[in-house]
DNA sequence: CCGCATCCGTGAGGATACTG
DNA sequence: CAGTATCCTCACGGATGCGG
């Protein structure tokens, strides 16, 4: 889709996409505990490859709501924390991972009503 | 990816990635407001394809999220409504899109930042 | 008006191998 | 340990056309 337009679907859509993103939302929600390492996140997020949490994390950084701390040691040491931006946003972001797992029976019996025939 | 273990991340994804979706977002957002029209939607949501905006809505219908009103008129009348557990969705999404809004400038200066050199 | 079916291009993202 | 680089797939989604 071609954004040229000014409509305040377009202009937040943006925004959006970071939260629509499904690993950002598992990533901002583990960091909502205290800053963790690259390898740590990467244990914790069952699934993700090496590749997306890097990305994920370079948006992050970005988009000024995650922090990058490198520690030259060796082996490098890199800690990833929530700045105070992102932790308004992983409040929100909690608020969804509550409302998801308070609500998974009742999605998952919907699911099966509707495909029972 | 394969999703065969039970992780608490896996077991949530499904339901995250009703969120996730873009579309979903919006209407959600734009049914809190009140049932709309299959073609009061389509006008709404800048950008969406008849394709996506069919396969949003019967996405949400099949996880109980919103319901699907038919008035077989001539010509024919669909209505789509939050459900009540659709309704606690929506304020969840209601929040993000405040957050959006808020922080679209300090998101936008960080990502200038960042891209700047 | 509301949708489904079909075709088809693109790009998100997984797998793998390699560096500082 | 914490990435970067490369290849390659496949499913998301746009375009179009038809049907109730």
New binding site residues.
């Given amino acids: 889709?071609r954004v040229t337009e000014d409509h305040p679907t377009c202009r937040l859509r943006d925004v959006l996409d970071r939260v629509g993103?499904k690993w950002s939302v598992l990533v901002l929600n583990l960091l909502g505990d205290g800053p963790r390492?690259?390898?740590e996140l990467q244990r914790a997020i069952e699934?993700?490859?090496?590749?997306?949490l890097?990305l994920t994390?370079?948006s992050l950084e970005r988009d000024g709501l995650v922090s990058r701390t490198v520690t030259p040691t060796s082996?490098?040491?890199?800690d990833y924390a929530l700045t105070p931006v992102g932790e308004t946003l992983s409040a929100q972001v909690a608020g969804l991972i509550t409302w998801a797992e308070e609500h998974r029976p009742y999605v998952a019996a919907s699911r099966r009503r509707y495909d029972a025939p």
């Fill in positions: 889709m993103d390492r690259y390898s699934g993700i490859s090496q590749r997306m890097t994390l370079r082996p490098p040491r890199v």
